[in-house]
C-alpha cells in the first residue's frame, strides 16, 4: 500500500493527523448571491459613511473577505462618492492579481472586461474611455504621477494589500498622504490585511480604522518532527498523503517560484499516473506570476465531484487571491525574496525562510470554509526561533534607482526628507544617487539631466532605460528586441522534464557569438511568432508575443523622447557597447574557477544554462544575479573591457580593469583613460 511506503520513505510526521468526516462547501450559484455572503456585505452601509466622513480610511479584513473585489463595486453603485466622470484606482502589488480581479469583477458586475471596469499593468492597458473601475499595480499609479501629479483623474485611490509593503506602495504612501492635503475632493482607502493597520493609521495622521469582523474557523497545525532535506519531496508527499487519508477538501501548496511549481506538478502528476485508478482524481494546478491568463483562472474553477484540487501557488495565494474550497495548506516555510547589499550595490533574488506572519497568513487560507489543517514542513521549534517575526519591508532590501529616478523626475529633489513609512537604508540611497550619477541621469548636483528626464520616460529599470537610449543612432532596433526578451524573464525556453535533451538541443541552435542578448535576439528574429515554429524549437510561444507586445509598446515610447529606432545590421559590436552603457555595474571578469565582480570582488558564476557557460570568456556583463546553490549571473554577454572605460568614465579607472592573468592592455589607452576618468 502507498501510503505505508511513502510514509516510510520519508521522514515526514504529523501530530495527530487523522481522517475527519467528510463535509461540504456549498457554492451558491448566482453572482448578487455570492456578494451577499461574503463577510464584508453586512458592513455595506456602515463602511460607505464611514467613507463619506472621512478622507482618508484604513480597512483592515481576513482575507478572503471582500475587500478588493466589493469596495470598488459599492463605491461605484454609490452617487455620493462617485461621479461617472472620474475614476475608481485599486492598485495590487502584484500584476496577476490585478488582471484576475479584474477579471471577476467585471463577471460580477456583467461587463466585459476593459470597458467600465479594467485593468492597467505594465506593458499591458486593458482599460477604456468608458472605464470607471481600473485595478492597477502600485506602480502604474506611482508612474501616472508622472503625467498627472495630484492624479485628477481619480475620485477615489485604494491602495490595497498595504501590508505587504512592497516599495512602490510604500512610495505612494508618500505621494498620496501628500496630495490627499490639498485634493479635498479625493478619497484614500488603504486597505490590509489584519496586519499592521495601527501603522497604517498612525502614519495617515491618525486615520479612522474600519474593521471587518473575520469569519474564520479553526486550522490545525502541524510541524514536522526534524527538519526536511528536501522540501520540494515532501510536498508532494504531503500532498498524497492527504489526498488518500483526508477527508474530501482542496489543498494549497506553497512554493517560491515558477520552476519549483512546475517541478512539483509534475512530480505530483506523474506519481498519480503511477497509481493510476488506485487514487481519487487530483486536480493539479499551478499559478505563479508568469503563468498565462488563461491557465491563472483555472485555479477559480470548480473541483469536479470526487475529485480533488491542489493548487500549487506562489506568495501570491498567501493574501492576494483566494481560492475558495481550501481546507488543507502544505507549507514549506519559504519565500522568494530579493535582498539588497547596499555596500556593493548587488541585488539578488534569494530562497529564505518566510516570516512567522506569512506563515500566519498561510494558515488561514485552510480556515475560510470550514475548520481546515496547515501542514508546516518544518519543527516548531524553527517556527519559533528561525523565523523572523515579519517580513521586512521591500523598500530595505531593494535598489532604490527607479523610484529615485521617479521621485527626482516629479522635482522632489530631498529625499532625505520624504515622508517614508519607514525610510530606506541611508547607504541605499546614497548609491542609488551615485548609480543614477555613474549613469548620466543625474548631475553632480543631484540634479536630474536630460539623460535623466528621457531615462525616467521608459518603465523600465534606469539600467535598461539607459541601455536603449545608447543604442540611439546605431541599433536601438536590436536593442529593443533585446530590452522586451530580457523583460519576459526567463520564460522563453521551454524545458520539459522528458525531453531535455530534446529542449537543450533545439537551444543550443540558437547560440551566435558573443552572449546570451544577442541568442534572444536571434530567438526573436527567427521565430515569425508562428505557433508551429515556436513548438518545434521549444520556445514558449505565449512568452513570445508578449516580448512583441513589450517591444511594441517600447517602440511606441521612442518617438517621445525622440529615439530614432535604427538597425546596426551585421555587427554586434554597438549591441554589447550599448549593453555595457546600462549594466557597466554588472560587470565580472574571469577568475579562478569562477568569475569576480570587478567592483567588490564577489565571487560569481556563469549559470549553467547561459551560452557562455563552456566559453568562460574574460570579460562579462550580466543582467542579474540569481542566487541558488551559488551565485549565478544569468543572461551574460562578453565584453571588451575597454569599452568600460568609454561608457562609465565616472565609474571606471583603468587600473581597475588591468588584467592580472595577462598585461595585455595597451599602455598608453590605460594613461589617457585614467586622465579622463
Ligand atoms: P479580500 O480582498 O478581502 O482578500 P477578495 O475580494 O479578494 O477578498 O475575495 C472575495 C471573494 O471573491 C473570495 O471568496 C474569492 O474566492 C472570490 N474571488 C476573487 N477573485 C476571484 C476569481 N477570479 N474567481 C472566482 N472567485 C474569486
Ligand atoms: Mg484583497
Given amino acids: 500500500n502507498f501510503t505505508k511506503c ?22 451558491s450559484t448566482t453572482s448578487l448571491e455570492v456578494r451577499r455572503s461574503l463577510p464584508i456585505f453586512p458592513f455595506r452601509e456602515d463602511l460607505l459613511r464611514a467613507i463619506t466622513q472621512h478622507q482618508i480610511l484604513v480597512i483592515e479584513g481576513e482575507t478572503g473577505s471582500g475587500k478588493t473585489t466589493q469596495i470598488p463595486q459599492y463605491l461605484m453603485e454609490d452617487v455620493r462618492l462617485h461621479s461617472r466622470r472620474n475614476e475608481i484606482g ?54 501616472e504621477f508622472l503625467t498627472e501629479p495630484d492624479l485628477a483623474s481619480y475620485s477615489v485611490v485604494i491602495i490595497d494589500e498595504a501590508h505587504e509593503r512592497t516599495l512602490h506602495t510604500d512610495i505612494l504612501f508618500g505621494l498620496i498622504k501628500d496630495i490627499a492635503r490639498f485634493r479635498s475632493d479625493l478619497k484614500v482607502l488603504v486597505a490590509s490585511a489584519t496586519l499592521d493597520t495601527e501603522r497604517f493609521s498612525c502614519f495617515f495622521d491618525d486615520a479612522p480604522v474600519f474593521r471587518i469582523p473575520g469569519r474564520r474557523f479553526p486550522v490545525d497545525i502541524f510541524y514536522t518532527k526534524a527538519p526536511e532535506a528536501d522540501y520540494l519531496e515532501a510536498c508532494v508527499v504531503s500532498v498524497l498523503q492527504i489526498h488518500v487519508t ?51 483562472a483555472k485555479i477559480f474553477s470548480p473541483t469536479p465531484p470526487g475529485a480533488r484540487k491542489v493548487v500549487v501557488a506562489t506568495n501570491i495565494a498567501e493574501t492576494s487571491l483566494t481560492i475558495d474550497g481550501i481546507i488543507y495548506v502544505i507549507d514549506p516555510g519559504f519565500c522568494k525574496q530579493k535582498s539588497y547589499n547596499a555596500r556593493t550595490g548587488m541585488e539578488s533574488l534569494i530562497v529564505t525562510p518566510c516570516s512567522r506572519a506569512s506563515a500566519n497568513q498561510r494558515a488561514g487560507r485552510a480556515g475560510r470554509v470550514a475548520a481546515g489543517k496547515c501542514f508546516r514542513l518544518y519543527t516548531a521549534w524553527a517556527f519559533k526561533h528561525e523565523m523572523e517575526e515579519t517580513t521586512i519591508p521591500e523598500i530595505q532590501r531593494t535598489n532604490l534607482g527607479n523610484v529615485v529616478l521617479l521621485l527626482k523626475s516629479l ?57 536603449i537610449l545608447a543604442s540611439e543612432q546605431c541599433c536601438s532596433e536590436e536593442v529593443l528586441t533585446i530590452a522586451a526578451m530580457l523583460s519576459v524573464n526567463n520564460s522563453i525556453f521551454y524545458r520539459p522534464k522528458d525531453k531535455v535533451v530534446h529542449a537543450d538541443n533545439a537551444r543550443m541552435n540558437f547560440t551566435v557569438p558573443g552572449g546570451d542578448h544577442l541568442v534572444l535576439l536571434n530567438v526573436y528574429n527567427q521565430s515569425g511568432f508562428s505557433t508551429q515554429w ?21 517602440e511606441g515610447l521612442m518617438e ?111 594613461k589617457t583613460k585614467d586622465e579622463l576618468g
Fill in 6 to 27: 511513502d510514509l516510510k520513505s520519508s521522514n515526514l510526521y504529523y501530530h495527530g493527523m487523522t481522517p475527519k468526516n467528510s463535509f461540504s462547501t456549498g457554492r
Fill in 90 to 143: 485599486c492598485t495590487q502589488p502584484r500584476r496577476v492579481a490585478a488582471m484576475s480581479v479584474a477579471a471577476r469583477v467585471a463577471e460580477e458586475t456583467g461587463v466585459k472586461l476593459g470597458n467600465e471596469v479594467g485593468y492597467s499593468i505594465r506593458f499591458e492597458d486593458c482599460t477604456s474611455e468608458r472605464t470607471v473601475l481600473k485595478y492597477m499595480t502600485d506602480g502604474m499609479l506611482l508612474r
Fill in 246 to 296: 483526508q477527508a474530501p477538501g482542496d489543498c494549497l501548496v506553497f512554493l517560491t517560484g515558477q520552476e519549483e511549481i512546475e517541478a512539483c506538478c509534475e512530480m505530483l502528476q506523474e506519481r498519480c499516473r503511477r497509481l493510476g485508478s488506485k487514487i481519487a482524481e487530483l486536480v493539479v494546478l499551478p499559478i505563479y506570476a508568469n503563468l498565462p491568463s488563461d491557465m491563472q
Fill in 411 to 467: 522635482g522632489i529633489n530631498d529625499l532625505i526628507h520624504f515622508d517614508f513609512m519607514d525610510p530606506p537604508p541611508h547607504e541605499t540611497l546614497v548609491l542609488a544617487l551615485e548609480q543614477l550619477y555613474a549613469l548620466g541621469a543625474l548631475n553632480h548636483l543631484g540634479e536630474l539631466t536630460k539623460m535623466g528626464r528621457r531615462m525616467a520616460e521608459l518603465p523600465v529599470d534606469p539600467m535598461l532605460s539607459k541601455m
Fill in 534 to 554: 515556436c513548438y518545434e524549437n521549444f520556445i514558449q510561444f505565449r512568452s513570445m508575443r508578449r516580448a512583441r507586445d513589450v517591444r511594441d509598446q517600447l
Fill in 560 to 670: 517621445r523622447i525622440e529615439v530614432e529606432v535604427v538597425s546596426s545590421l551585421e555587427d554586434s559590436v554597438p549591441i554589447r557597447k550599448a549593453i555595457t552603457a546600462g549594466y557597466f555595474y554588472h560587470t565580472a571578469r574571469l577568475s579562478k574557477g569562477g568569475y569576480k565582480t570587478v567592483k567588490h570582488q564577489q565571487t560569481v558564476y556563469v549559470h549553467p544554462n547561459s551560452s557562455l557557460f563552456e566559453e568562460q570568456p574574460r570579460w562579462l556583463i550580466y543582467h542579474e544575479l540569481v542566487f541558488t546553490t551559488k551565485e549565478f549571473m544569468r543572461q551574460v554577454i562578453e565584453i571588451d573591457s575597454g569599452w568600460l572605460l568609454e561608457v562609465a568614465p565616472h565609474y571606471y579607472k583603468s587600473k581597475e580593469l588591468e588584467d592580472s592573468s595577462s598585461k595585455k592592455m595597451p599602455r598608453k589607452q590605460g
